[in-house]
T-cell receptor
């Protein structure tokens, strides 16, 4: 069974600084997607970034980037120039590309942004 | 705004009752997924429909059922409600095998 582990229940970063959230996963599949979702206090689930496993290049979306290490099954999220609006729960998620696939989520990391 | 709509936003009901949650996917998306987010269980996959057909089942109780209609909207029916069913229920939609976009959720409170 696929599992996703986020070992940091809480993280804190100062405004304008950089923070990295960790995620590891376990799978025997070779083709899959990985995602980071953000859940602010509104509870909306917002897609932050997506990585296809077959792509070696790390995905980047503005201030958000990932470090994807396929052999190590590691998928960390780096947030640069942190802003107050980045404060939220962040969930790492795994999605195999089979026909009957579901997102498997980690337990989340709560990110606090301080002045 | 993800383009996925869910109604109602909030639902308060009593134990033993039945409720229906509704989801309209993004235009063009054929897949609809339902997830439950509770405090102690995190985000759990319930069920997936693709173009009207059930494709995958997760940790969905027998008291729960779902369907996807010809216009692609989906409904999640929860019956014989228990206190432990109180949770946030999300619907997500995607193109086939694509990124899932989540609706705003329905917060269910069972008293």
């Amino acid at each position: 069974a696929q599992t996703v582990t986020q070992s940091q229940p809480e993280m804190s970063v100062q405004e304008a600084e950089t923070v990295t959230l960790s995620c590891t996963y376990d799978t025997s599949e070779s083709d899959y997607y990985l995602f980071w979702y953000k859940q602010p206090p509104s509870r909306q689930m917002i897609l932050v970034i997506r990585q296809e496993a077959y792509k070696q290049q790390n995905a980047t979306e503005n201030r958000f980037s990932v470090n994807f290490q396929k052999a190590a099954k590691s998928f960390s999220l780096k947030i640069s120039d942190s802003q107050l609006g980045d404060a939220a729960m962040y969930f790492c998620a795994y999605f195999p590309t089979g026909t009957a696939s579901k997102l498997t989520f980690g337990t989340g990391t709560r990110l606090q942004v301080t002045l | 705004d993800s383009g996925v709509t869910q109604t109602p936003k909030h639902l308060i009901t009593a134990t033993g009752q039945r409720v229906t949650l509704r989801c309209s996917p993004r235009s063009g998306d054929l897949s609809v997924y339902w997830y439950q987010q509770s405090l102690d269980q995190g985000l759990q996959f319930l069920i997936q429909y693709y173009n009207g057909e059930e494709r995958a089942k997760g940790n969905i109780l027998e008291r729960f059922s779902a369907q996807q209609f010809p216009d692609l909207h989906s409904e999640l029916n929860l019956s014989s409600l228990e206190l432990g069913d109180s949770a946030l229920y999300f619907c997500a939609s995607s193109p086939h095998l694509g990124t899932q976009y989540f609706g705003p959720g329905t917060r269910l409170t069972v008293l």
